[in-house]
């Protein structure tokens, strides 16, 4: 059995205001694998804490955020005893990431092979023809067309799904061994994103990358991912096989999301819908910050938290109706 | 386990918990006011309305018999004229008070006036665009290439020194800031959905000015307006420095700046230190006033929200 | 059979590409909407579906007046928009409300919501405030908040929350059409179920049609009644939202059912990918506008416009491809 690329353990990240006072426990928690290869989806709305998940894994927090507890091995190291100098170098080169909005990821003032070049100079040390060669190739391989041209543009001077391939390429071009893919898709025409998921499956199926996906769109996740993680208000409430999580979810909160979605397939004359509000996180309920809108909630969800019990094989669940009696 | 949705999904608001954090609110802003800034300006406040019973003597008729005492604890001062009297007589520190009630009257009203009609033309300015636009922005541009102190002087020149005069020339001077701030805050919010939705809904286009615009830019008034304070009590000490502003006897600080500027080569230094230092402390509580203010009411810059972390 | 409430004839709206700095000359037109013919019935939902340059937002504009068209007519309750006087104007305008995407930037943050909802009303009726009062208290039992949040701000209200304050806005004239633009996609994905629920039950109890504008599939398939897909300023295709469902026509509209994400990891789609990009509106591309991405191009179609004709009951398709040969 062969290690995990990546395996988190019980990361707790915690956002504290200016004064000490009020303290944001945006990942409580969080426990998970990921092996070479594979592709995970972390699903989530807001306030769930799947993005600071990935900035925790990345350690890119803002100032006021802290890591407070929790391991986090890639390869074989615990990322959080690095030092910032040694994270730099697996940022970009064996770790990399992919935001929501191409436009701000990109540098207005920098021409596209400018911006491409940039870790590979940083962390392959290339120059020169080898340099340019390779920015073509990878120009190429994300499948835009006249790359010599290309690398001269602007970002300004391209679509929305160019730049997000060229945001692709840069982020493959030293050939990381985990992208994380943070609402990649969110700012894209559906044409266009389909396009673009198809890409990222190729550029997958050719480099034995890990992905991981951070969505709150579940068609994403039964399009790109092999295996699924459920948060809410900064617990992980489910992870389990991608068709597991389809056919039998076990939480509450993950059965409302699949059924909440209209279908494009059959009619409905009604939709699912959850209850009450999203979770506020500076004021969390006692007890499972689900059990407010579950519908299936007793008397104990409310008080107590519930540990993760296992529910089928690599399925788990953090819910008191999974106990073993 | 299907749950049948009425239309009315119960939505509970306790509205007293929500009372409740509104005060929680207003104490917690209070708390993080800055002090400094708000004792000064209230200590000005309170002196220009007390002025009557607090100034130890008439601060326009003098004692010639004691012409130029220094303040109190040098010698020849006495614990009558405690900052020392003036050229006339007159004791500096009843001057100051009253003086205090000029420069309040004065700064206050020319940038409530300069407030009111450099928010009015930015927003007709950027919400009518067109030619309106047009024209306001060249009466800016024109405005604001006249030096304004000397456009001021000129003004003052013109008609006779006095307390209201020098309010209208601060306002008619010092309305171009406002107008061109509004104006870049208006055309982004005219294109906000809740602007789009009051055309749809029918209002008229004066309503959704003074409804939903001008509500909206307060804030930014309000800052230019605190930091203007300090730039109209200057302006007011410069032109009654020059002469053309307020007029003996009355104490004004900057008259008195003036006036004692012949007495500081013979050493009579209380005579400008005095005037000098309050309106060094006014000008610069409004200042950090108008700063505390503008960052306060930008919601961007204030704590973190938890509504970003996800 | 429900009657047409909203119908429009042809509308095109261009916009003027401006060079010059002093004297600006227009040296290019982008053609949002180019030529839209649809109908709404009370009652009724109609789906606009398409991707951005499309001029689903522009469409929408125009019917709410925020834009004057360029040409064509806008005709509700069989009167020509273009004939109506100042007064029938405002009426019109009661008739037909708007829900935006944004629920942060909808509402004004400095009102009360009490005062936002009751605004429209204020300014078209004259009621006493008590009757005010008491509209707004069962306006907010409608859309399923507390009448004792018509004394909060926006801001002490989520997202969802916001979205019903601003659906119990527009109900407050009690509105005939009722413009939804992107209503749930700014929304959480637990919520949005919360909202399009509402929206389908008051449609049932005050026989309010709408327009929805969104670019989910699935939940337009949901809403509406029928469903217009349009590319580049031009509808392309329009049918009732079973006919779509089970039988796209036309290319594009193809592509996007099967760009469309699955409902479940072990659903099978046919695979048609349309390569390159949405081309720019000022220059669109000659014939159909859709024939350099469509994989079923014959040499007709770039040649000649198709022009969108019946081909079952109802189902209208501009495409050659279900062109007889004459």
Not at chain 2, 19 to 24: A, H, S, V, Y
Not at chain 2, 94 to 110: E, H
Request: charged share 20%; proline share 6%; net charge neutral.
């Amino acid at each position: 059995m062969t290690e995990p690329l990546l395996d988190i353990k019980q990361l707790r990240t915690y956002f504290v205001s200016a004064k000490g006072t009020r303290v944001v426990k945006a990942v409580d928690g969080v426990s998970f694998t990921l092996d070479e290869g594979e592709t995970l989806g972390i699903v989530g709305e807001s306030g769930s804490g799947k993005t600071v998940t990935s900035l925790s894994i990345l350690r890119l927090l803002p100032p006021a955020a802290r890591i407070v507890g929790g391991e986090i091995w890639f390869a074989g190291e615990n990322l959080l005893t690095k030092s910032e100098r040694e994270m730099q170098r697996v940022r970009g080169s064996q770790m990399t990431m992919i935001l929501q909005d191409p436009l701000m990821s990109l540098n207005p003032l920098f021409t596209i092979g400018e911006q491409i070049a940039e870790p590979l100079r940083i962390h392959r040390g290339m120059r020169g023809h080898l340099l340019a060669d390779r920015i073509k190739d990878l120009l190429r391989n994300v499948r835009i067309s006249s790359p010599e041209v290309r690398m001269r543009e602007y970002p300004h001077q391209m679509s929305g799904g160019m730049r997000q391939r060229i945001v692709g390429a840069i982020s493959i071009s030293c050939e990381p061994r985990l992208l994380i893919a943070d609402e990649p898709t969110t700012s894209l025409d559906v044409t266009i994103q389909a396009q673009y998921l198809n890409l990222l499956k190729d550029i997958q199926n050719r480099s034995g990358l890990a992905m991981i996906f951070i969505t709150h769109n579940i068609g994403i996740v039964a399009r790109m991912c092999d295996k699924v993680a459920v948060m809410y208000a900064g617990r992980l409430v489910e992870r389990a096989p991608v068709r597991t999580i389809f056919n039998q979810p076990a939480h509450p909160y993950t059965e409302a999301l699949l059924n909440a979605m209209p279908k494009l397939t059959d009619k409905t004359e009604r939709l699912w819908s959850i209850e009450g509000q999203p979770p506020d996180l500076a004021n969390l309920p006692p007890g499972c910050p689900f059990s407010p809108r579950c519908p299936k909630a007793e008397d104990r969800c409310h008080r107590e938290v519930p540990p993760e019990y296992q529910v089928g094989d690599q399925h788990f669940t953090r819910c008191w109706l999974w106990e073993r009696r | 386990m299907e749950t049948s949705q009425a239309v009315a999904t119960s939505e509970t608001f306790a509205a007293q918990s929500f009372e409740l954090t509104r005060w929680k609110k207003i104490l917690s802003t209070l708390q993080r006011a800055p002090i400094f800034p708000l004792l000064i300006l209230a200590a000005l406040v309170c002196t220009a309305v007390s002025a009557d019973f607090i100034a130890p003597h008439n601060p326009e008729v003098g004692n010639l018999r004691y012409r130029y005492r220094p303040p109190v604890w040098q010698d020849r001062g006495t614990w009558e004229y405690i900052l020392g009297t003036d050229h006339m007589g007159r004791d500096i520190l009843s001057r100051l008070i009253f003086g205090s009630r000029i420069s309040l009257i004065v700064g206050i009203t020319a940038v409530v006036f300069a407030g009111v009609v450099g928010t009015t033309l930015g927003i007709l300015s950027g919400f009518l665009g067109g030619w309106v636009d047009q024209v306001i922005m060249r009466l800016t541009d024109a405005w604001l290439a006249l030096p304004a102190i000397t456009f001021a002087i000129l003004l003052a020149v013109l008609v006779q020194p006095s307390k209201w005069n020098i309010v209208i020339i601060l306002g008619i001077v010092y309305w171009t800031r406002y107008a061109r701030v509004v104006r870049g805050e208006v055309l982004s919010l005219k294109e906000r959905d809740y602007v789009r939705l009051a055309t749809v809904a029918g209002c008229s286009q004066a309503r959704i000015m003074w409804t939903h615009i001008l509500p909206n830019v307060a804030n930014s008034t309000v800052v230019i307006a605190t930091l203007q304070l300090g730039v109209s009590i200057i302006a007011e000490a410069t032109l009654s420095f020059l002469g053309v502003g307020v007029a003996p006897p009355e104490p004004a600080w900057g008259l008195m700046l003036a006036e004692g500027k012949s007495g500081l080569m013979a050493g009579y230094w209380w005579l400008s230190v005095f005037p000098g230092l309050c309106i060094m402390l006014v000008v610069l509580s409004a200042n950090l006033l108008g700063d505390w203010f503008r960052v306060w009411s930008d919601p961007q810059s204030s704590q973190l929200s938890p509504v970003v972390v996800e | 059979m429900s009657e047409t409430l909203l119908e429009l004839r042809d509308l095109q709206k261009y916009f003027p590409v401006m060079k010059g700095v002093i004297f600006q000359k227009p040296i290019g037109w982008v053609k949002a909407v180019d030529g839209v013919s649809y109908t709404i019935g009370t009652g009724e939902t109609l789906g606009l579906v398409g991707e951005s340059g499309c001029g689903k937002t522009t469409t929408s504009k125009l019917i709410l007046l925020l834009e004057k068209p360029t040409a064509g007519a806008i005709i509700f309750r069989g009167r020509d928009l273009q004939s109506l006087e100042r007064d029938d104007l405002k009426t019109y305008r009661r008739g037909v409300q708007a829900v935006f995407q944004d629920p942060f930037s909808s509402l004004n943050p400095r009102i009360r919501v009490g005062d936002i909802i009751a605004e429209p009303v204020l300014v078209n009726e004259a009621l006493p405030k008590a009757q005010m009062r008491e509209r707004v208290q069962e306006l907010l039992r409608l859309v399923g908040l507390n009448p004792s949040a018509s004394n909060l701000f926006p801001h002490e209200f989520s997202g969802g929350q916001r979205q019903r304050i601003a659906i119990a806005r527009a109900l407050s004239l009690n509105p005939s059409l009722i413009v939804l633009d992107e209503p749930v996609s700014a929304l959480d994905v637990s919520i949005r179920a919360q909202i399009m629920n509402l929206l389908q039950d008051l449609q049932q109890q005050f026989g309010l049609s709408y327009l929805l504008i969104a670019h989910d599939l699935a939940a337009v398939l949901h809403l509406s009644t029928n469903i217009a897909v349009m590319y580049l300023g031009k509808i392309v295709e329009f049918g009732t939202s079973d006919e779509l469902r089970h039988k796209p026509l036309h290319p594009y509209t193809q592509a996007l059912f099967s760009a469309a994400l699955p409902s479940h990891p072990d659903e099978q789609r046919e695979e048609m990918i349309i390569a390159g990009e949405v081309p720019s509106p000022l220059n669109p591309p000659a014939g159909c506008r859709f024939h350099p991405r469509c994989p079923f191009a014959k040499p007709v179609c770039s040649e000649v416009e198709p022009v969108l004709r019946s081909a079952t009951n109802g189902h209208q398709v501009a495409c050659h491809l279900y062109n007889e040969p004459s």
